[in-house]
T-cell receptor, first 112, second 115 residues
Framework: QKEVEQDPGPLSVPEGAIVSLNCTYSNSAFQYFMWYRQYSRKGPELLMYTYSSGNKEDGRFTAQVDKSSKYISLFIRDSQPSDSATYLCAMGPQGGSEKLVFGKGTKLTVNP | DTGVSQNPRHKITKRGQNVTFRCDPISEHNRLYWYRQTLGQGPEFLTYFQNEAQLEKSRLLSDRFSAERPKGSFSTLEIQRTEQGDSAMYLC?????????????FGSGTQLSVL
């Protein structure tokens, strides 16, 4: 079983839709959870991070963590064409390592 | 603050050649990371520097790979005797001392193609 599982999609939605992106993980030692956005031919850009179970909201984005189920989600409300990108979940740390473990990424297209 | 800068953006080389990439982190960020990303995959950790000290290396970093950060500012990643399997995007990231590694600022990467 991979440490982090993420459905690669692709996911295509109409403008204004609510988007739900998800990852599962197997390592209960992970303490913090991130979502990165990556546009084509660019490096990942940090969107949100959270340390605890529950919800964290930032504008149109909500990150949700359920440590008991080892499941994290990112919700995007009122999706825009500019949200079209690949969304990567990431988590860490592991036993003092600086390594972040990333999912494969979900490619999202928001159609005008 | 101009962000993390990586050069070159693209590199095409023949198998067996050596290549070197450069990363300039955000000023005063003392933590620097190298990751590798292949098509359809998330980034994979390669190595980590705090200032000039290389404190962690992944098992992915074979002996053909070497990274340096001589003065605690820019960093270089060298691949010797390149193989076709080395073709990937090499990403550099930095973060400030006050942060743990969840707040990484990535550069746009160097895309390596080994023919």
């Amino acid at each position: 079983q991979k440490e982090v599982e993420q459905d690669p999609g692709p996911l295509s939605v109409p403008e204004g839709a609510i988007v739900s992106l998800n990852c599962t993980y197997s390592n209960s030692a992970f303490q913090y959870f991130m979502w990165y956005r990556q546009y084509s031919r660019k490096g990942p850009e940090l969107l949100m991070y959270t340390y605890s179970s529950g919800n964290k909201e930032d504008g149109r984005f909500t990150a949700q963590v359920d440590k008991s189920s080892k499941y994290i989600s990112l919700f995007i409300r009122d999706s825009q064409p500019s949200d079209s990108a690949t969304y990567l979940c990431a988590m860490g740390p592991q036993g003092g390592s600086e390594k972040l473990v990333f999912g494969k990424g979900t490619k999202l297209t928001v159609n005008p | 603050d101009t962000g993390v800068s990586q050069n070159p953006r693209h590199k095409i080389t023949k198998r067996g050649q050596n290549v070197t990439f450069r990363c300039d982190p955000i000023s005063e960020h003392n933590r620097l990371y190298w990751y590798r990303q292949t098509l359809g995959q998330g980034p994979e950790f390669l190595t980590y520097f705090q200032n000039e000290a290389q404190l962690e290396k992944s098992r992915l970093l074979s002996d053909r790979f070497s990274a340096e950060r001589p003065k605690g500012s820019f960093s270089t990643l060298e691949i010797q005797r390149t193989e076709q399997g080395d073709s990937a995007m090499y990403l550099c990231a930095s973060s400030p001392q006050t942060s743990t590694n969840e707040k990484l600022f990535f550069g746009s990467g160097t895309q390596l193609s080994v023919l």
